[in-house]
């Protein structure tokens, strides 16, 4: 059956016409006719083919058609004859010369063991009173034979050697069995036995939908169980969450102060900064240094963001 | 651990991780039946043995698509069978045949200006010459037409079901119960013919 998306089979349009389609089938077909012009008008060559074949006429035999195939039809044996018939062919015991010969396809079938118990008896009841097929069945047996009989071939004994040669050369270097790829490769499995997890019917998904609402079922059903309480209220719970949030932001803020303050780091700028002052030859040539590098950054920054230079016509 | 108790499809799981061990084993289980088969399409050990080679690189190179809900076996038969065809095909377009010439007077001058190109690794005689497929089955095997003998093979050779050999044909099921049964027929006439 075809989804909304693709094309509607000429089996699936025929079906549709014939009302071989159920209820359930039925109805996306409609709505894939109802959006797309190019399998309906294709619905409409099928209608116009079958109201053609339906008004095909009936055309009518000459006068003494019937009378002359009746005279061919020889007569009804007689009920003791029609019933030793039926006995012979229940028990499977002898056949009637006038029986068709087996042809190819039902000798190939019997030696395949592909038929059924009745057609097999019968089979093999012909073959017990028909020499001609007898003989027929015997070459069939050879053929069997002959070719159940033909071994599996060796390649050379370097072939396998060949083979893995050729397909490292085909491919990136192999992965080894350890550290970090070991672990992708547990990743890439992991993966494959999600990708065979996610449904592939409309079943599997509504059971997947399902179980994943469990869990979003049950907070909710938790949530509503506490709300419930009379002193508890949403304007309340913000109010907590609120103060909870401002209480834990003002303590990592004041341990980062506090470390910051007692770190060494800081002690050693703090020295380096007096020592600086002390001597104004080499604070100037840092403030220099500082400026300039201050500027370029400001040029490089300007050169490739807020104005860059063309690069074609520059060879690589 | 060791590969060679694990199932097919447990094994293309690891190749599909970059396992060395694990395309070593497919190689090792698949290697002699995609080379009969091959083989016999083809009828030139070598060639068989370059289009095998091809056949397991392209599987390899590609194990990420294998699908697990089909046997390995029939995949990679797919894929050596496709590739034998193509190669047959080929051969068939390598022998050319450049008309005689234009200016011939007679038929005879057209005969002898006539030139014909045969592929280097394809004989007449190939089949008789070849001693491994040269005894009569082998020989009425050659005759057949590339689809009867891909389905009888791996029917009869294989041990594949008519369902697993559609599948490696691509083709639908009651046609290849058409391959097989004819493709025996014309054997059972061929070997007739040889013997009488």
Redesign the interface.
């Known amino acids: 059956m075809n989804t909304s998306n693709e094309h509607l089979t000429s089996e699936t349009l025929q079906a549709f016409l014939e009302g071989e389609l159920t209820q359930e089938d039925r109805a996306p077909v409609e709505t894939h006719l109802a959006s797309c012009s190019r399998c309906a008008s294709e619905l409409e060559a099928w209608e116009l083919l079958f109201s053609e074949l339906d008004e095909l006429p009936g055309l009518e035999p000459s006068v003494d058609f019937a009378d002359r195939v009746m005279a061919e039809i020889p007569a009804r044996p007689s009920l003791a004859r029609r019933m030793a018939d039926r006995v012979r062919s229940t028990l499977g015991h002898g056949v009637d010369q006038a029986e068709e010969h087996l042809g ?2 039902r000798i ?1 079938e019997l030696l395949e063991g592909a038929l059924g118990t009745r057609d097999r008896r019968r089979a093999h009841a012909h073959l017990h009173a028909c020499e001609d097929c007898q003989t027929v069945y015997r ?2 047996e ?3 034979q ?3 009989a ?7 004994p370097e ?2 050697e ?3 040669a ?2 490292q050369t ?2 990136a270097p ?2 080894t ?1 350890s550290g970090l ?1 070991r672990v992708m ?1 547990w990743l ?2 992991a993966g ?1 036995a999600a990708e065979r997890l996610i449904p592939t019917t409309r079943k599997g998904w509504s059971f997947l939908g399902a179980m994943a609402s469990v869990p979003a079922l049950l907070i909710v059903a938790v949530v509503g169980a506490v709300l419930a309480h009379p002193l508890l209220s949403w304007g309340g719970l913000a109010t907590l969450l609120r103060w909870r949030v401002a209480e834990g932001v003002e303590t990592l803020m004041g341990q980062a102060v506090q470390r910051l303050v007692d770190s060494p780091l800081l002690l050693s700028i703090w020295d380096g900064v007096s020592a600086l002052a002390a001597t104004p030859t080499l604070a100037l040539a840092g403030l220099g240094a500082a400026w300039t590098l201050s500027f370029l950054a400001m040029w490089v920054l300007y050169r490739n963001v807020f104005h860059p230079s063309s690069l074609a016509g520059r060879h690589v | 651990m060791d590969y060679a108790k694990l199932d097919d499809k447990e094994l293309a ?1 690891r190749a ?5 061990r694990a ?2 084993e497919l ?2 289980r698949y ?3 995609v ?2 088969l091959v ?2 399409m083809v009828r030139d ?1 070598e060639l ?2 370059d289009v ?2 091809e056949a ?2 392209k599987a ?2 590609a194990i990420h698509s294998y699908n697990p809900s089909y046997k390995f076996s029939s995949w990679i038969f797919k894929i050596a069978n496709n590739m034998a065809i193509d190669r047959l095909r080929k051969k068939e377009l390598d022998t050319v045949s450049i008309h005689g010439s234009p200016n011939a007077r007679s038929q005879d001058e057209e005969e002898e200006s006539r030139i014909t190109l045969t592929a280097q690794d394809e004989t007449p005689d190939q089949y008789t010459e070849n001693r ?1 497929l040269g005894n ?3 020989e009425a095997m050659g005759h057949l037409r590339p689809e009867y003998r891909t389905a ?2 791996l029917r ?2 294989e041990g594949h079901s008519y369902q697993e050999v559609a599948h490696i044909m691509e083709v639908p099921v009651g046609t290849v119960k058409t391959f ?2 004819r493709g ?2 014309e ?2 006439e061929l ?2 013919g040889a013997t009488a």
Do not use: Y
């Open positions: 190819p396809d190939q070459e069939w050879g053929v069997f002959s070719l159940n033909l071994p599996r071939l060796e390649p050379s072939f396998q060949r083979v893995m050729a397909f085909s491919r192999a992965r069995d790829e490769g890439t499995a494959n | 799981a599909c991780e970059g396992r060395q395309f070593r190689l090792t290697e002699r039946p080379f009969s083989f016999r050990r068989a043995e095998a080679q397991f690189v390899f190179n491994e009569q089955i082998e009888v093979l009869h050779v097989i049964h025996r027929s054997l059972k070997l007739a």
